[in-house]
């Protein structure tokens, strides 16, 4: 079992910041792939970045490129999602998910293991 706890949501006005925190435990972070989605309400949990295991190559969905960047320290145990030029439109739950592949990484159903999911709000 891998346990994953996000942390660093909250309110922020749009074109502010936030650095989105995922820490995991239970078995060795490196072998896992991971990845950022959110769900608005009344919305499907969609892909938003991902990072292969070894940080190598990583993967973001059309809407957050160039603003987002998912980050991992293996050392740490922890990924991150550092969100800059947020928008309203980001506003959502964002939920990390780990993954023991390097590939089919923007697929929600690839996933084994979820956090529990932490509130982005932008204020227009």
Known sequence: QVQLVESGGG???????????CAA???????????????????????????TRSGGRTYYADSVKGRFTISRDN???TVYLQMNSLKPEDTAVYYCAARDRDWGLV?????????????????S
């Open 11 to 21: 309110l922020v006005q749009a074109g502010g910041s936030l650095r989105l925190s």
């Open 25 to 51: 435990s239970g078995r060795t972070f490196s072998n896992y792939a991971m990845g950022w989605f959110h769900q608005a309400p009344g919305k499907e949990r969609e892909f938003v970045a991902a990072i």
């Open 75 to 77: 050392a740490k145990n």
């Open 107 to 123: 697929s929600r159903g690839s996933y084994d293991y979820w956090g529990q999911g932490t509130q982005v709000t932008v204020s």
